[in-house]
C-alpha cells in the first residue's frame, strides 16, 4: 500500500508547520508525519519549513540567528495563534501514535546544511524513543551523507525538478548508488512509470512529493509509488480509500 506522509503536518488543511496540525495528523489513518528541522542559536532544535520566520510568522529573522525565546515569541499564520514548535515538544506528541516521523534535515539561509546538526537531532530523536520510528529525508547529498556517518535509520533524497532535469534520470540513480542513498522522491509533477521503473531497476525506492490535489494524489496511487508527500492529509486519506475499494472490486 502507498504511504502517505501528511506534509508539516497538513500545511493547507491546518497551516503551515503548526501544533494544531502535528496534533491531527497523530491520530490520522496516514503513516507518516513529515517535518523539517532548524537550530536555534542557543542549540534548541525547532520545527519549521523556512530558515527564517519571515514568511509564516508574525517576526522576522533567521531561526539560526534566534534564541529559542525569541523563535517561541513569533506567532504562526494561520496558526490559530500558536508558535513553533521544539523538536522535543513534537516527540511527546507522537509518543503514543502510530503515525511515524519523516524528518528533513533543512539547510540554512545561505542554502549550506547546518555545522555539527544532525547529530543533536539524532540524540534528541534516541533520547524520545523516536529514532527508530524515524526516517529522514533531504535535498542535500551531503546532509544524506552526514545522516550515514551517524544513524543507520533509512534516508531519502529529495530531488528538486530543477536537480532531475539538470542532472537526468541516470546520473540521478548513479548518484543515490554510489552515496549508499536507498530511497529517492521526486516532485509528483515531475514523475512517471519509466523514471520509476528506472529507479527501481537500481534497487532503489521511489516516491513522490507535494501530492496536494485530487490529481495528483491519484497520480502517486496510480503509479504505486512507496510513499507520498501531502498538504492535505484528509484529502488523501479519502482517496486512497476510494482508490483501494476500486482496486479490490
Ligand atoms: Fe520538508
Known amino acids: 500500500m502507498t504511504r502517505i506522509a501528511s506534509h508539516r503536518g497538513g500545511t493547507l488543511e491546518f497551516g503551515d508547520s503548526t501544533p494544531q496540525g502535528f496534533a491531527a495528523t497523530a491520530a490520522m489513518a496516514l503513516e507518516e508525519v513529515e517535518f523539517d528541522l532548524h537550530p536555534t542559536a542557543d542549540g534548541a532544535i525547532v520545527v519549521h519549513h523556512d530558515p527564517t520566520l519571515d514568511a509564516t510568522t508574525d517576526m522576522t529573522g533567521a531561526i539560526a540567528d534566534l534564541t529559542l525565546a525569541e523563535v517561541k515569541a513569533a506567532t504562526i499564520r494561520y496558526g490559530a495563534g500558536s508558535h513553533p514548535m521544539r523538536l522535543e515538544e513534537l516527540c511527546a506528541l507522537y509518543a503514543g501514535s502510530e503515525v511515524n516521523f519523516r524528518c528533513e534535515i533543512k539547510p540554512g539561509v545561505d542554502g549550506l546544511p547546518y555545522q555539527g546538526f544532525v547529530a543533536p537531532v539524532i540524540a534528541t530523536l534516541e533520547r524520545h524513543s523516536m529514532l527508530k520510528r524515524t526516517i529522514f ?55 512517471d512509470a519509466a523514471l520509476m521503473a528506472k529507479v ?35 484529502l488523501a486519506i479519502a482517496v486512497r480509500a476510494e482508490h483501494r475499494g476500486e482496486a479490490s472490486v
Open 200 to 234: 527501481q531497476a537500481a534497487g532503489l525506492d521511489f516516491g513522490c512529493w507535494a501530492a496536494h490535489s485530487r490529481a495528483q494524489i491519484t497520480k502517486a496511487l496510480d503509479l504505486g509509488v512507496k510513499v507520498f508527500t501531502t498538504d492535505r492529509p484528509t
Open 137 to 191: 529525508s533531504s535535498f542535500l547529498v551531503a546532509s544524506m551523507d552526514e545522516l550515514a556517518q551517524v544513524s543507520s535509520r533509512p534516508r531519502l533524497w529529495l530531488v528538486s525538478p530543477s536537480v532531475l532535469r539538470q542532472l537526468g534520470p541516470d546520473a540521478v540513480v548513479e548518484t543515490a548508488v554510489s552515496h549508499g542513498i536507498p530511497e529517492i522522491g521526486v516532485h509528483v509533477d515531475t514523475a
